[in-house]
Each structure stands twice: as structure tokens, then as C-alpha cells.
Nanobody
Framework: QVQLVESGGGLVQPGGSLRLSCAASGSIFSIVSMGWYRQAPGKQRELVATINSSGFTNYADSVKGRFTLSRDNAKNTVYLQMNSLKPEDTAVYYC??????????????WGQGTQVTVSS
């Protein structure tokens, strides 16, 4: 069994910063990729950023230059540093991981979601 635990959401003013963390734990054999998606009210869930096992990162155009995704392999944790936040960044942010578990092969896993609100 694999779990993803998120932290770091909250309320911030426009132009401010937040850092999200997501830690994977459990029966992990290897992590193919980890990253973040978000879903705003009335909209579909969208990719924010991902990082694969080689360290290659992929960002949505809307966050390039403002968000930075990094990872700590020893802790199976990824961090999303969000700077210059805008009201349109307001959403529930979900951690995603593509993991090969020791007990069930390769699967997608999702965190419970953390709210990010950008408002004055």
C-alpha cells in the first residue's frame, strides 16, 4: 500500500509565496514520476508540474517562471515552490505519483488535496 501526504496549502495575498510538500510512503519499489495537479471550482483538473526519475521537469505554461518543482529522493518527497502567486492560481492542489509498488506493480496514486487561495 502506498500513501501520499500533502502539506503547505493556505491563504496568501497576490504576489506572495507558498511551498507545497508531498511525501510518498509505503510499499514503494520505485517512483516513476511525482508532481502536482490542481482543480479550480467549475474547472477540470489540470497539470501544474511533474518530475520524473531522471530529474526532468515539466511545467504548465501558466506557471513557468513562477513555480519550481524539486525532489528529495531519499525522502520520496517533492516540493512545489510557488512564487508570484495570482488569484487565478486559487485551486485545490493534488499530489500525484506514478509508482511501482512492491505488492501490486505500477499504479497512479493521488493525495487528498490541499487548498491554495490567493486573495487580498
Amino acid at each position: 500500500q502506498v500513501q501520499l501526504v500533502e502539506s503547505g496549502g493556505g491563504l496568501v495575498q497576490p504576489g506572495g509565496s507558498l511551498r507545497l510538500s508531498c511525501a510518498a510512503s509505503g510499499s514503494i519499489f520505485s517512483i516513476v514520476s511525482m508532481g502536482w495537479y490542481r482543480q479550480a471550482p467549475g474547472k477540470q483538473r489540470e497539470l501544474v508540474a511533474t518530475i520524473n526519475s531522471s530529474g526532468f521537469t515539466n511545467y504548465a505554461d501558466s506557471v513557468k517562471g513562477r513555480f519550481t518543482l524539486s525532489r528529495d529522493n531519499a525522502k520520496n518527497t517533492v516540493y512545489l515552490q510557488m512564487n508570484s502567486l495570482k488569484p487565478e492560481d486559487t485551486a485545490v492542489y493534488y499530489c500525484h505519483a506514478d509508482i511501482r509498488a512492491t505488492t501490486r506493480g505500477r499504479s497512479d496514486y493521488w493525495g487528498q488535496g490541499t487548498q491554495v487561495t490567493v486573495s487580498s
